[in-house]
């Protein structure tokens, strides 16, 4: 018996359901299923883009994929590439894993805070973390710890280690340096005292000229001041006063100075005006030496197969910014072998004064090394970025403020990857040439995500990731370490 608490309506209702039932009993239609999603991709379809090569390795999610299970993280992950493998980060938590880019291999996973790229002594990139108890570390592109602090004043300066003095500041620079090797093996130790001219001011009412205190005639001290960035056994100097100065860190002659550069130098052809302008390092770049280019002939070019043949046509340039208040700021690059200015160049317009001391950092800025090309983001002057080419110190083109729809994320193989937005289309991937700024492609197949320096990409197509790329060659400096024992 149905309980009297049914509502009239719903009384009504079921009457006219029992009439119903006298004329048979109707079809009860099936509830509706939900569909089930369609299943992820397993086959790359389509070309590649522009600068990718090689075939589709492996893809990195679904039951099947086999990979780590960060991948499935419901915040997402980030995904870098390091030397030759793909930093993979947690959207949610600060977790990490690198994972080799041609092999698959899991090279180190951990929490940790990330810090950013770095390079080491040869330039190659790094990667620089802080662990739960905020001390810093530093892997390498194969997942193997390079640096720890021995000491609470140590720091990482591109594959060196520099040891300040205690409390120092900017203000403050002052006092006694060390450099180390990775190893903690120390290469060098000096002291940075205030030069005469900083202490002018505050003797010369007490103890009157220089003749007086009997030091007109001492020899001048070489010029010390903070590291600011090192590459191969040299580590560059910041004296505080609008000049480099870069020394040996060799087991044999460490200490020696080996060239520096000034504002006044009469080859940047600066005029010397108040304020001076602050030099900032922007970092080290290796250039095909147009010396080496010039001079070689056929014969030599089929010969000069070998490494170190290739090695040969290399120049690491020293690439400085020279800032001022209210006036265009100057690029100059060095060799830096000898410090010789090789060009400058004004740049648009003014970009920000730095304080003394930078380490070597251009932030934001891309460089792909198969055309010499840097892309330079920039403060004012009518274009957010210009593209410079570090062999010839001439610049390629600029992303003007009317073009500033294109958001470029990184350079590969000659080509500019980036994101273009517009009202129509949304937001798209185009490609282009790195030398022209010319459009090589804008209706891509896949997104490019990220490109490995080993030519290993991963482009993404339809809710799947695709690492696309050579095959695997193991290295052989890494033929006798697996990829368990890296992951230390």
Known sequence: MRSSRVPQALTCGLVVLLVAGCTGVPETP???????????????????????????????????????????????????????????????????LMHDAASGD??????????????????????????????????DARGQTLWEPEGVDDLYLDGLAVRRPGEWSVEEPHGDYTVLNMDGTELWTYAFEPTRDDEAEDEADEDGDADEDGRADEEPADPLGVPVTAWGETVLLDDGKSALHAYSVSPDDAGEPLWSVTVDDEDLGMPVTAPVRVPRVLGVYPTQDPRAESTDDEETREEDTDEDAEQETVRDV????????????????????????????????????PTPFNEANASGALYDEETATLLLPQASGGATVIAVDLAAGEVRWGLEEEAGAFSPAFAHAG????????????????????????????????????????????????????????????PEEDAEASPEDDAS
Request: glycine content about 10%; overall charge negative.
């Open 106 to 139: 899991l090279l180190w996973e951990g929490q940790a805070r990330f810090r950013g790229f770095d390079v080491d002594i040869e330039g190659e990139p790094v990667l620089a973390l802080t662990d739960a108890d905020d001390r810093p570390f530093v892997l």
């Open 30 to 96: 099936e509830p509706p299923t939900e569909e089930e999603p369609a299943a992820l991709p397993t086959a790359f379809e389509g070309e590649p883009p522009p600068g990718v090569e090689g075939e589709t390795l492996r893809y990195l999610h679904g039951e099947d994929a086999g990979v780590h299970e960060i991948l499935d993280d419901p915040m997402g992950v980030r995904i870098s590439p390091v030397g030759g493998a793909f930093l993979i980060s947690s959207g949610g938590e600060d977790r990490h």
């Open 415 to 474: 080509f500019v990857y980036g994101d273009a937005r517009s009202s129509a289309d949304g937001d798209q991937q185009v490609v282009l040439e790195a030398e022209s700024m010319d459009v090589a492609a804008d209706e891509l197949d896949a997104y490019v995500e990220a490109v490995t320096e080993t030519g290993h990409a991963i482009l993404v197509q339809d809710r799947q990731r695709f690492v696309y790329g050579p095959g695997h060659e193991v």
């Open 318 to 353: 020293l690439l400085v910014r020279w800032a001022q208040p209210e006036a265009p700021s100057v690029l100059s690059a060095h060799d830096t072998t000898d410090g010789e200015l090789l060009w400058t160049l004004e740049e648009p317009g003014t970009n920000p004064v």
